[in-house]
């Protein structure tokens, strides 16, 4: 069965499911999981549920013409210069396209060749690939040094999650015209440690987080899996029955035209995802988006409440982000030292490093220096947001991050969630709006649970008991009387 | 990692949950993390089978998962939240489990005049809207709430009930859970064959069994808000504790912080990251809290009187006291 990259109805795939009946389709703007493959043998599409198969550019003629056997669409992955000389023969070898890996000093090449290569090139698919992601988890707070000697990195710190939502988000901020794509290496063992090798919640933590951010993930699979499967061992098949159980929950949008909807804009000068600020707002569940300072659109604003300010303005900008302030808004410009026409209000010094001027019914706080301390910062736009502003709060989710979309510039319809800490945890919910019924779906359990909503004060408040390793709520103004809408 | 042979690692197959068996004679290291109490613990273990180990792993979390179904105030269902429903109108009898703790509890409210204190949660609870940002409670409301605290209206009736002397008393055993919790995890290490462990509650506790191999004791960093001075400990058979206010906001004024003083009705004010050493996790636990809230002038007249205690107070501006009984804290660095 294939995985991704369709719009047919859950009732359909579910007839697909019943009929065992296996089929390829083509890709759509959602999100899609592509399978990278090193092993000289593999299983076919059909049977392994993904048809969107990476290869390296040098990987071995016979692999790339069993690929296309197998049932596969075949993507080469190779720098932007490659692409350029390989484009022709990718063509004539029938490859499906090409994946562009660019590294974020290389990103600009990289989009000026994948804009140049489409049009010359037009039956291939080109990607814009980042290739800095990392693998999703919880982690803790022991790094292991010296050869099993443990140290403690921070003690009072809070339980972090690595996620990929930052590096989407600034993707997405590129605004490149494709679905954000990234890929990941999976940790190594430190010094010391046991070899660990990946589960299967691991594999579908890191499809399940994809699917999530509406993101496109080329998912790298441990030799031994790859042999394992080729092989038709059925340790290995379990597995990957699991792992492609979280790629179909995902291989169809909750619903057409859903948006990321945010609280905070962070305007950036540079497009950098390893932005400790930003993984840290993500880990915090303030939903963030991402624009560039040099095609920043203030009418793209209107819901959030503050805009965090990483780029040195310009005076178009300066007017910007006062126009914007004058609005309502908090604008807080980091480390951004210069004469801005805010400054012609009257200063309040809030401490040392950080001064507060007013502009019409918002403000503007300036902070001296670099962010110091990302979590704290993290913790500060949270309360700048305000209770009465924030679009979500969740309860013990220091393990999960939730992403609200919303439907065309109006309220909220979906909550999609990423548990990091995959044991089953009871999160409570508290997203503005009223809501009359809440419904919730997962790929451990299908469709559909109701929970029953408390509405408080124009805010909707649930429970989900159980939350795995991901889960998706969606909020309803009333309930729904057909059952045709589950998923399979 | 010290394979002998390295390809083993790669072939071997994806299935275990844990970690793979290792041929050599070496001990190898198992570590492994689950989400409990709020915070994430982890343990890593030295074993010569990483499947023993795992399995002993698996066990100890299994302990604190059990210690968090009783010490948690956030679980409805858990023994303190019962006995914070109902010790106001009858004696409740409770687990042996939570009676030691909170016993001990009230043995170190007892030593530090109050300063220490479990009964402080309606306290805490009327400072936390603060803390997300809401207006601070105003001193009338402080005053009310304070009427509730006080650690001596806990009653004890051996071997196994509690009763309050407030029908507005709450308990909450933030401050000493973790550190107990820890204590337990490396009781069914040991019961299960393992000797060398390291068990960490979210960094704020730690407790290390023996050492890894070819050591003498388990290298811990401790906290240092300066930056600058890298203080060290080496443990063995020791817990180590940290308690530090919130950290002041970058963006605004005081932000008040979520260690409340139970004298005062209002967070402490402090700059200073306190660690304790001692013999096990209660006890640091308990004596971080204690030591933050008292000082260094006041903290080095508590433990001094006690055996094999050591604790350390860092300001941001790299100032230090330290009183050692117990393990040597010392510097990597010089301010």
Redesign the interface.
């Given at each position: 069965m294939i995985i991704h990259h369709w719009r047919i109805t859950r009732r359909r795939i579910s007839a697909t499911a019943v009929l065992g009946v296996f089929v390829l389709v083509s890709t759509c703007a959602w999100s899609s999981i592509f399978i990278h493959w090193t092993s000289p043998a593999l299983p076919p599409a059909r049977e392994l549920g993904f048809s969107d198969l990476v290869l390296s550019y040098d990987a071995p003629s016979p692999l790339m013409q069993a690929a296309r056997k197998q049932g596969y669409r075949v993507y080469v992955e190779m720098s932007p210069q490659q692409a350029t000389a390989l484009a022709t023969k990718a063509e004539s070898e029938g490859w499906a396209g090409i994946i562009l890996n660019a590294r974020q000093s290389e990103r600009a090449q990289a989009l000026n060749a994948f804009a140049s290569l489409r049009s010359a090139h037009p039956k291939l698919r080109f990607f814009v690939l980042d290739p800095d992601g990392k693998q999703p988890e919880?982690?803790?707070?022991?790094v292991?040094k010296r050869?099993?000697?443990?140290?403690?990195?921070?003690?009072?710190?809070?339980?972090?999650i690595d996620s990929n939502l930052a590096l989407v988000r600034v993707e997405q901020g590129a605004d490149n015209g494709q679905v954000p794509m990234y890929s990941f290496s999976w940790n190594s063992?430190?010094?010391?440690?046991?070899?660990?090798?990946?589960?299967a919640?691991d594999y579908s933590l890191a499809v399940a987080e994809a699917g999530a951010f509406h993101a496109d993930l080329i998912l790298e699979l441990?030799?031994?899996?790859q042999k394992?499967l080729s092989q038709r061992?059925r340790?290995?098949w379990t597995?990957w029955k699991q792992v492609r159980s979280y790629a179909e929950f995902y291989s169809h949008p909750a619903q057409e035209g859903l948006q990321a909807a945010a609280d905070v804009a962070v305007v950036v000068d540079d497009l950098d995802p390893s932005d400790e600020a930003m993984n840290l707002m993500a880990r915090h569940n303030i939903p963030f988006e991402v624009s560039s300072a040099t095609n920043l659109q203030s009418e793209d604003m209107e819901g959030v409440d503050v805009v965090v300010v990483f780029a040195k303005p310009d005076k178009k900008l300066a007017f910007q982000l006062e126009h914007l302030a004058s609005q309502g808004k908090t604008v807080?410009v980091v480390d951004a030292h210069g004469s801005y026409p805010w400054q012609s209000q009257g200063a309040v010094q809030?401490?040392e490093?950080?001064v507060s001027y007013a502009v019409g019914s918002g403000k503007v706080?300036e902070?001296s220096e670099p962010?110091?301390?990302p979590?704290?910062?993290a913790?500060?736009?949270?309360?700048?947001i305000?209770?009465r502003n924030a679009l979500l709060s969740l309860w013990?989710g220091?393990?999960t991050i939730a992403v609200p979309y919303r439907q065309n510039h109006g309220g909220l319809k979906v909550l999609e969630l990423i548990n990091y800490?995959q044991?089953p945890?009871r999160v409570q919910v508290k997203v503005k709006g009223s809501f009359a019924a809440i419904r919730y779906e997962s790929p451990e359990n299908g469709c559909c649970k109701s929970f029953a909503p408390a509405q408080h004060d124009g805010f909707t408040e649930f429970v989900i008991p159980d939350l795995a390793i991901a889960g998706r709520v969606l909020l309803e103004n009333q309930p729904e009387t057909g059952s045709g809408k589950g998923h399979p | 990692?010290?394979?002998n042979r390295p390809w083993?690692?790669?072939?071997?197959?994806?299935?275990?949950?844990?970690?793979?068996v290792?041929s050599t004679t070496r001990p190898?290291?198992?570590?492994q993390?689950?989400?409990i109490m709020?915070?994430?613990?982890?343990i890593?273990a030295?074993d010569q089978s990483?499947q023993h180990a795992s399995t002993a792993i698996d066990q100890a979390f299994q302990e604190i998962v059990h210690v968090d179904d009783e010490l948690s105030n956030?679980k409805s269902g858990s023994a303190l939240s019962k006995l914070n429903r109902s010790a106001h109108f009858h004696a409740e009898t409770v687990p042996s489990d939570l009676y030691r703790v909170i016993e001990t509890a009230v043995q170190f409210s007892k030593l530090s005049e109050g300063k220490f204190d479990i009964s402080v949660a309606p306290l805490v609870n009327l400072w936390k809207a603060a803390l997300?940002?809401?207006a601070e409670p105003t001193l009338e409301q402080q005053q009310k709430v304070k009427g509730c605290v006080g650690y001596k209206k806990i009653e004890f009736i051996a071997p196994r009930q509690i009763s309050f002397r407030s029908p507005c008393m709450q308990l909450d055993l933030g401050a000493i859970g973790k550190g107990y919790a820890v204590d337990r995890a490396a009781e069914v290490l040991r019961a299960g064959g393992i000797l060398n462990a390291?068990i960490?509650a979210?960094?704020?506790t730690?407790l290390a069994m023996g050492a890894?191999?070819?050591?003498s004791a388990?290298?811990?960093?401790?906290?240092d808000p300066s930056h600058k001075i890298d203080p060290q400990v080496m443990l063995k058979d020791e817990s180590v504790s940290?308690?530090?206010q919130t950290?002041?906001?970058?963006?605004?004024?005081d932000?008040p912080g979520h260690i409340i003083d139970p004298e005062t009705g209002q967070p402490v004010q402090t700059e200073f990251?306190v660690?304790v050493i001692a013999k096990t996790g209660l006890m640091s636990d308990s004596l971080s809290t204690t030591l933050l809230l008292l000082g260094p002038a006041k903290g080095r007249v508590l433990i001094q009187g006690m055996a094999e205690v050591s604790a350390i107070w860092i300001a941001p501006d790299a100032r230090v006291e330290t009183v050692m009984s117990g393990p040597q804290i010392v510097f990597g660095r010089k301010a």
């Open positions: 919880m982690r803790g707070s022991l292991i050869d099993a000697v443990l140290e403690v990195s921070s003690p009072t710190a809070q339980p972090w063992p430190t010094a010391g440690q046991l070899a660990r090798t990946n589960t919640a441990d030799a031994g899996l394992a061992d340790q290995a597995l807080v809030l401490n490093h950080a706080l902070l962010v110091s301390d979590e704290t910062f913790q500060d736009i949270r309360r700048l305000g209770n013990n220091l393990t800490a044991d945890v | 990692m010290r394979f083993i690692a790669a072939l071997l197959l994806i299935f275990s949950s844990a970690a793979s290792q190898g290291l198992v570590l993390k689950r989400y709020g915070t994430v613990f982890e890593a030295y990483s956030y997300s940002g809401d390291l960490n979210g960094g704020s730690m890894p191999p070819g050591q388990w290298l811990v960093h401790l906290r940290t308690s530090e950290i002041p906001s970058l963006l605004g004024k932000s990251a660690s």
